[in-house]
């Protein structure tokens, strides 16, 4: 009696063991769950210069590279500087509950001559605010090498390394994640067709570079991209 007591116990604790095994391999099976990807910025992040600005801006496509079923709050108002991006994108974003959060204003305010003490401020606490109320990965693009754009004439270029040290500083203090540009952009010197016809803005091409550049970011932090 005792025997076949045993017996009873250890049958269903086998069947137990064999759903979860199934479940975790249909999982596996399954893929990465999505992602909720938010994205902060201005006209880059709009699509300014594409053909068509609607599918083609970054990030969008870096949104299709995403686990399937990711979707995408795109927050980007075309000539945003960061101090407006706190009243108007930053609280969205946060509604969002996002599980990733690309960042990228950083031109408009170099460009506009923001001075760099308030310009640093503004970003730490954008940051601040997404690490504090989100549990998001958070990737902050800086400065691109301006100095290979057709228009870089209007830029005063012998302020970026300061610039980019100051947003290196931030990003890493808050634990986020540095999209270096100013190094993975340089190779738009030798391809010109990565520049929209403005002189400025990427091209479509060069938003599939940009979606690339910050994709491999993402899957250098982000475990559900890591083996992807």
Request: charged fraction near 20%; hydrophobic fraction near 45%; aromatic fraction near 6%.
């Amino acid at each position: 009696m005792m025997q076949r007591r045993r017996l009873l116990l250890v049958v269903p604790a086998a069947l137990m063991a064999a759903a979860v095994a199934c479940r975790n391999r249909a999982a596996a099976e399954a893929g990465p769950p999505p992602l909720r990807y938010v994205a902060i910025g201005a006209s880059d992040t709009v699509g300014v210069g594409a053909t068509v600005p609607d599918r083609e801006n970054w990030p969008t496509l870096l949104q299709q590279r995403l686990p399937a079923g990711s979707t995408l709050v795109n927050l980007g108002v075309s000539g945003s500087l960061l101090g407006q991006a706190l009243d108007q994108q930053l609280p969205v974003a946060i509604d969002a509950e996002p599980d990733l959060v690309t960042v990228w204003l950083a031109v408009n305010d170099f460009g506009a001559r923001v001075p760099l003490q308030r310009y640093a401020f503004e970003l730490d606490t954008l940051i601040g605010e997404l690490r504090k109320q989100t549990r998001a990965t958070v990737l902050v693009g800086n400065i691109p090498e301006l100095s290979v754009l057709p228009v870089a004439a209007r830029f005063d270029l012998s302020d970026i390394d300061r610039w980019n040290r100051a947003i290196q500083d931030i990003t890493q203090r808050h634990g986020a994640t540095l999209v270096d540009l100013r190094t993975t952009w340089r190779d738009v010197q030798e391809h010109p067709e990565y520049i929209s016809s403005d002189g400025f803005h990427p091209s479509t091409i060069g938003y599939q570079q940009l979606a690339g550049v910050f994709y491999d970011a993402a899957r250098g932090t982000l475990p559900a991209l890591a083996a992807s």
